[in-house]
């Protein structure tokens, strides 16, 4: 975790934040100053951000919004104060509508971003957040600003790397965030816009989504329309051990080819989860991001104890083989 610190001052109205990151200050400083990158980050797992203004100049704004899984939407505008490249940046910090107007009764804050070199080409980066008032402080602490900035600053170390040399070859990977939140990663060789088919369209879904091998899809019904429903079934073939099963849920948010988010539970049973599906691509390869969340952390246990990982493994790479590979 880059994070190192994070301290609030409440004499002084201040919370700073200390990160490490393991690439140069111009690496780092170049991913505060792109919206493209910083849409990677901003913003912590499950509410991705999209800036869709960007000035970067003093006086400049840059207005965004966070979605939550189930479409909320949280609006923000910079307005840049000073701009020091690669070292140094400030900006106010305001909560916005849909418009770009300053919401009443929420803070503006003012936030220093400084990049320094730490080491052998890594950076320490100090953020320093100034509230206008006690009562500022511990709204914005309430809202959960802390927690939701260390798992924000989580996933900067994707973003610094390329994106090859930060997954390829590792396989399926299994991240815990905590006891009810797992991110699962996967880069597969191939565009954005044709894994977000392989996703959502039947007849390419089943090539590929079977887990290991001896199992066959005996029903897929897919949708990328909010509100309706999705179903898919397996069944074990020849002298393969298990007996059939399948999953289903409701699609919650569509935004192709980058985000899809939609319930899941297995058939005949209760108990669902929330499935936040994201993708990003770079020099031809795309990063699979998958934020599940579970209803507690029994379930959460309980279903990758079934070898969930291993299975999804296997099914990318007869994604890469069979529909990537004959693309």
Same mark, same amino acid.
């Given at each position: 975790?880059?994070?190192? %610190?994070?301290? !609030?001052?409440?004499?002084?109205? $201040?919370?700073?934040?200390? /990160? +490490?990151?393991?690439?140069? #200050?111009?690496?780092?400083?170049?991913?505060?100053?792109?919206?493209?990158?910083?849409?990677?980050?901003?913003?912590?797992?499950?509410?991705?951000?999209?800036?869709?203004?960007?000035?970067?100049?003093?006086?400049?704004?840059?207005?965004?919004?966070?979605?939550?899984?189930?479409?909320?939407?949280?609006?923000?505008?910079?307005?840049?104060?000073?701009?020091?490249?690669?070292?140094?940046?400030?900006?106010?910090?305001?909560?916005?509508?849909?418009?770009?107007?300053?919401?009443?009764?929420?803070?503006?804050?003012?936030?220093?971003?400084?990049?320094?070199?730490?080491? %052998?080409?890594? !950076?320490?980066?100090?953020?320093? $957040?100034?509230?206008?008032? /006690? +009562?500022?402080?511990?709204? #914005?602490?309430?809202?959960?600003?802390?927690?939701?900035?260390?798992?924000?600053?989580?996933?900067?170390?994707?973003?610094?790397?390329?994106?090859?040399?930060?997954?390829?070859?590792?396989?399926?990977?299994?991240?815990?965030?905590?006891?009810?939140?797992?991110?699962?990663?996967?880069?597969?060789?191939?565009?954005?816009?044709?894994?977000?088919?392989?996703?959502?369209?039947?007849?390419?879904?089943?090539?590929?989504?079977?887990?290991?091998?001896?199992?066959?899809?005996?029903?897929?019904?897919?949708?990328?329309?909010?509100?309706?429903?999705?179903?898919?079934?397996?069944?074990?073939?020849?002298?393969?051990?298990?007996?059939?099963?399948?999953?289903?849920? +409701?699609?919650?948010?569509?935004?192709?080819?980058?985000?899809?988010?939609?319930?899941?539970?297995?058939?005949?049973?209760?108990?669902?989860?929330?499935?936040?599906?994201?993708?990003?691509?770079?020099?031809?390869?795309?990063?699979?991001?998958?934020?599940?969340?579970?209803?507690?952390?029994?379930?959460?246990?309980?279903?990758?104890?079934?070898?969930?990982?291993?299975?999804?493994?296997?099914?990318?790479?007869?994604?890469?083989?069979?529909?990537?590979?004959?693309?």
């Amino acid at each position: 975790m880059p994070v190192t %610190d994070i301290t !609030t001052d409440a004499d002084n109205l $201040t919370m700073t934040v200390a /990160a +490490e990151f393991a690439a140069p #200050v111009e690496r780092v400083w170049a991913a505060y100053n792109d919206p493209r990158q910083l849409e990677r980050f901003w913003g912590p797992p499950g509410w991705p951000a999209t800036f869709t203004e960007w000035d970067h100049t003093v006086g400049g704004r840059a207005i965004y919004h966070m979605t939550s899984p189930q479409g909320e939407k949280s609006s923000g505008a910079w307005e840049f104060l000073t701009i020091d490249a690669p070292h140094r940046f400030e900006v106010l910090d305001s909560f916005v509508d849909a418009d770009g107007n300053a919401l009443d009764g929420f803070p503006a804050m003012r936030m220093a971003f400084a990049f320094e070199a730490s080491g %052998d080409n890594n !950076t320490r980066m100090t953020t320093t $957040t100034y509230f206008t008032s /006690a +009562e500022a402080l511990e709204q #914005v602490t309430a809202m959960g600003m802390v927690e939701g900035t260390k798992m924000a600053m989580g996933q900067l170390d994707a973003v610094l790397q390329d994106l090859r040399d930060y997954a390829q070859g590792k396989g399926t990977r299994v991240e815990l965030l905590d006891d009810t939140h797992v991110r699962i990663t996967r880069l597969v060789d191939g565009p954005r816009e044709l894994v977000w088919r392989a996703h959502h369209e039947p007849d390419l879904i089943k090539q590929w989504m079977l887990g290991p091998d001896g199992w066959e899809m005996t029903e897929c019904v897919a949708t990328t329309t909010v509100g309706e429903s999705y179903r898919n079934s397996w069944a074990p073939v020849g002298d393969t051990e298990g007996e059939p099963f399948g999953f289903e849920g +409701e699609v919650l948010l569509i935004e192709a080819p980058r985000r899809a988010v939609t319930t899941e539970r297995m058939q005949g049973m209760p108990t669902q989860t929330l499935n936040d599906l994201n993708l990003y691509e770079e020099d031809g390869a795309t990063l699979v991001t998958l934020l599940i969340e579970y209803p507690d952390l029994e379930t959460r246990d309980m279903i990758l104890a079934t070898g969930m990982a291993d299975g999804m493994e296997e099914s990318f790479k007869r994604l890469e083989r069979e529909v990537l590979g004959a693309s």
